[in-house]
């Protein structure tokens, strides 16, 4: 099973990878331009997989580029504090 056919395992393997950029060094602004450029390649090549998906890509074929920024800065801020929670327990 693709990690995109899972809204979960989607959102963890986001959420390490964030986890990763951060332990780099790489900074939010960078990171939140990644995302937006991730999001952009998934509603242009990507068919959702499940309902959390179509419901983002729905928002983001109607953002314009502020919101999608705003969108990719949400999803990340999702991802990371699912992270965090995680490692809390």
């Not at 499940?50 to 109607?62: F, P, Y």
């Amino acid at each position: 099973m693709s990690v995109l056919e899972n809204w979960e395992r989607w959102k963890s393997f986001l959420g390490d990878k964030v986890v990763q950029a951060e332990n780099l060094g790489i900074d939010e602004q960078t990171i939140t331009g990644f995302a937006k450029k991730i999001g952009d390649y998934l509603s242009k090549n990507v068919d959702p997989k499940t309902d959390q998906e179509r419901v983002l890509s729905d928002l983001w074929h109607v953002a314009n580029d502020t919101e999608r920024q705003v969108l990719a800065r949400l999803m990340l801020q999702l991802v990371t504090s699912d992270k965090k929670f995680q490692t809390q327990q």
